[in-house]
């Protein structure tokens, strides 16, 4: 009988040498790629929930961080993190025309005042649509970039002013322009900089955070209040990654999904006042206000890229008129 206790003893120890030992093998190690610097707010954004999902988890996942496109570039995020080449990668749907066909609407220049209100409409969306484009990958969160405004070394007081006016910009920012009467310039944000000095660009139209963040405030001390269209982002995991992943760590993670959309986009809201009073008491910044009658003469000349989008939408068989009718719904909920 000793002998059977004994054998029953050792058996129970090894059964739970095999259940305990996962536990023993550590925390998950998650990689999380991202393309801009670090200091800009899809990098803040990222550590911000590095950081929750550390705490939420009691340290049972672990996330290393790759901002700067150490680990993946802006155009090769999505492929990358389906590959397996990263854990997950915030990604800038405009920055890959036609790969994202819906969610990219919240780009066209319908009239968003803020990141917070555009980016739960563009969550909203998603949410309503799932649309096709993400079936490959585990979506994490999404949010936008605040609207774009003209920066500028002249000033720019009327829609007048922009006739010819050479900008730098990017994706729907450029055809924007195009339609207003100006010259969009596509170049890298980084190269921004020195063609202002050199008299190639007047200015640029983006998200007015730069001023501070990459001290465009230096060179453009007019901004022009517009809000003409904003950038959507999203954080995707690898579906293999997100199936490795227990229940509780997967529900802790699509709980915060929403929370970290409106977070980001209250920062983002927040984090440009912030660079617009350091670039006044910095370098005197002088900011132009458009009246009503100037916005809406500027909204009738860019409406047909509305029209644009819609047949493209319909090509790849997507009610274009539907999801800008949510669209509208869910930003006038938001504005209230």
Same mark, same amino acid.
């Given at each position: 009988?000793?002998?059977?206790?004994?054998?029953?003893?050792?058996?129970?120890?090894?059964?739970?040498?095999?259940?305990?030992?996962?536990?023993?093998?550590?925390?998950?190690?998650?990689?999380?790629?991202?393309?801009?610097?670090?200091?800009?707010?899809?990098?803040?954004?990222?550590?911000?929930?590095?950081?929750?999902?550390?705490?939420?988890?009691?340290?049972?996942?672990?996330?290393?961080?790759?901002?700067?496109?150490?680990?993946?570039?802006?155009?090769?995020?999505?492929?990358?993190?389906?590959?397996?080449?990263?854990?997950?990668?915030?990604?800038?749907?405009?920055?890959?025309?036609?790969?994202?066909?819906?969610?990219?609407?919240?780009?066209?220049?319908?009239?968003?005042?803020?990141?917070?209100?555009?980016?739960?409409?563009?969550?909203?969306?998603?949410?309503?649509?799932?649309?096709?484009?993400?079936?490959?990958?585990?979506?994490?969160?999404?949010?936008?970039?605040?609207?774009?405004?003209?920066?500028?070394?002249?000033?720019?007081?009327?829609?007048?002013?922009?006739?010819?006016?050479?900008?730098?910009?990017?994706?729907?920012?450029?055809?924007?322009?195009?339609?207003?009467? +100006?010259?969009?310039?596509?170049?890298? *944000? $980084?190269?921004?900089? #020195?063609?202002?000095? =050199?008299?190639?660009? !007047? @200015?640029?139209?983006?998200?007015?955070?730069?001023?501070?963040?990459?001290?465009?405030?230096?060179?453009?001390?007019?901004?022009?209040?517009?809000?003409?269209?904003?950038?959507?982002?999203?954080?995707?995991?690898?579906?293999?990654?997100?199936?490795?992943?227990?229940?509780?760590?997967?529900?802790?993670?699509?709980?915060?999904?929403?929370?970290?959309?409106?977070?980001?986009?209250?920062?983002?809201?927040?984090?440009?006042?912030?660079?617009?009073?350091?670039?006044?008491?910095?370098?005197?910044?002088?900011?132009?206000?458009?009246?009503?009658?100037?916005? +809406?003469?500027?909204?009738?000349?860019? *409406? $047909?890229?509305?029209? #644009?989008?819609?047949? =493209?939408?319909?090509? !790849? @068989?997507?009610?274009?008129?539907?999801?800008?009718?949510?669209?509208?719904?869910?930003?006038?909920?938001?504005?209230?």
């Amino acid at each position: 009988m000793s002998r059977f206790f004994a054998l029953t003893a050792v058996a129970v120890l090894f059964v739970a040498m095999f259940v305990i030992s996962p536990v023993q093998a550590g925390p998950v190690m998650l990689r999380y790629a991202n393309f801009p610097p670090a200091s800009t707010f899809p990098c803040v954004q990222m550590e911000r929930w590095k950081q929750e999902v550390e705490t939420r988890t009691a340290g049972q996942v672990q996330v290393q961080t790759y901002p700067g496109g150490t680990l993946l570039g802006a155009k090769n995020m999505l492929r990358g993190v389906m590959k397996g080449q990263a854990d997950m990668g915030c990604l800038c749907m405009s920055y890959q025309p036609g790969v994202f066909p819906l969610t990219t609407v919240t780009e066209l220049p319908v009239g968003f005042s803020s990141s917070t209100v555009a980016s739960q409409v563009l969550w909203d969306l998603y949410q309503l649509y799932t649309p096709k484009e993400f079936a490959k990958v585990k979506v994490l969160a999404m949010f936008t970039s605040a609207p774009t405004n003209i920066m500028s070394r002249v000033p720019v007081r009327t829609p007048q002013d922009l006739e010819g006016l050479e900008l730098r910009a990017s994706g729907m920012a450029s055809s924007v322009l195009d339609r207003l009467g +100006a010259t969009p310039v596509s170049m890298p *944000m $980084p190269e921004t900089p #020195e063609a202002l000095q =050199k008299g190639l660009v !007047k @200015g640029l139209l983006s998200s007015l955070e730069v001023m501070k963040d990459m001290n465009f405030a230096e060179y453009c001390p007019y901004v022009t209040r517009t809000d003409f269209q904003v950038y959507p982002f999203a954080v995707v995991m690898n579906m293999r990654t997100w199936n490795s992943l227990s229940p509780a760590v997967q529900k802790t993670m699509d709980d915060l999904a929403r929370e970290q959309s409106v977070w980001t986009g209250t920062y983002m809201d927040a984090h440009v006042l912030d660079s617009l009073a350091w670039s006044k008491k910095t370098y005197g910044l002088t900011t132009f206000e458009l009246d009503d009658v100037q916005k +809406a003469a500027m909204q009738e000349k860019v *409406m $047909p890229l509305l029209e #644009e989008w819609k047949g =493209k939408a319909k090509d !790849k @068989g997507i009610d274009g008129e539907a999801v800008l009718t949510d669209l509208y719904r869910l930003k006038k909920v938001y504005q209230k």
